[in-house]
DNA sequence: CGTGGCATGTAAACGGTTACATGATTTA
DNA sequence: TAAATCATGTAACCGTTTACATGCCACG
């Protein structure tokens, strides 16, 4: 009777919109939760049965395919996903391989670290982006749907810490074209620091 | 003859210093990559002995303990390590559950939502009390080490991220309170911050 | 003499991804 | 009618954590 992290996102996705099949939660989640959580269908489809065979969702026919299979969230879902809610959460140990190479740099040379960063910089800003165009359309689409400031809320933090690394970022290369302007293979020997 | 991330980190902090012992590394990966990364030892024993057998790191005997065993990284497992840091990194899909737990706020009360960004604010006070220590000695006791500077690359963005965090939780905080006040729930006098 | 830190390991269980298999339905 | 997307599922595999077991060694 233990749940994974997996069955409260299901919970959750369905508690926002009822009627979704596995596939719409799939993207549901890609599309509002995806910069911070995300799911692959050999998850999804094992907690969806399991779900429903505990009473917490409940399948109901199509009405657009026979082939698919939508499910409500039901009343005891609902309380189960709110207890959930109000418990602490807990910190994921984070794994950051960028910033595990970073750290193991000056085993390579000074353009492996700008490389990275330069990619990180690069990922930073799509993901900057998309941010933003879903803070401009969010409001519009969700209008009056009581989840609209929390959704804006966990966008605002992701766009805080992007905008955060990207102006880290940029001042890291600084100093990094510095440093190997300083040790480079470009510089004459005598000119080293 | 694929390797986990473990084994690279592994690798790394033999490369940073040698003769260490599993438990040495266990205790250096949490205190200098911490903030990004972590391994237990259910996966740092098998990796060593793994290492090991195919002459990566290689084992030497302990001046302090028959019982500590050491080890030293091999001229091969530089060339595999610094292979592996050239290579791309790769984002690991984020998991924050903070972040879920807020995105769902609606289906429970604010205060529910505030109490979350009070006790992450709590945690990235910590976090940046103990980076903020990190800073100011790691230089003076590695001076000269040629990975400082990279070191405190790792260290900036870390407290670049958690400051825009901090940030964004006094924002988020101010948000909820009005938006608690305006939903008709009364909250008593002495409960205000 | 006891406590806390040093030190090494393993087995079971878990959570999760990947790759694969299959086919219906919509749209260009 | 071809391609894209919708749609469901599973089995094998992998990496990781957890809990447990063991015992040394230094310090107060």
Redesign the pocket.
Known sequence: M?????AFVVLGMLAVEPRR???????AIEASVGHFW?????????T??RLASEGLIEPVP?P???????YCITEAGRVCLREWLALPFQN??P?NEFLLKLFFASEVSPQVAIGHIRELQARNRRAMETMEQIEKLAPKMNAGNPGLPYWMLTLGLGMAMTRAALDWGQTALAELETLEGASGASVPAGHRT
């Open positions: 233990k749940h994974s992290r997996t099949s596995g596939y719409d939660i799939r993207k995300g799911e692959s269908y050999g998850q999804i489809y094992p969806l049965k199509s657009r395919s026979k082939r698919r299979q939508e994921d140990r794994r």
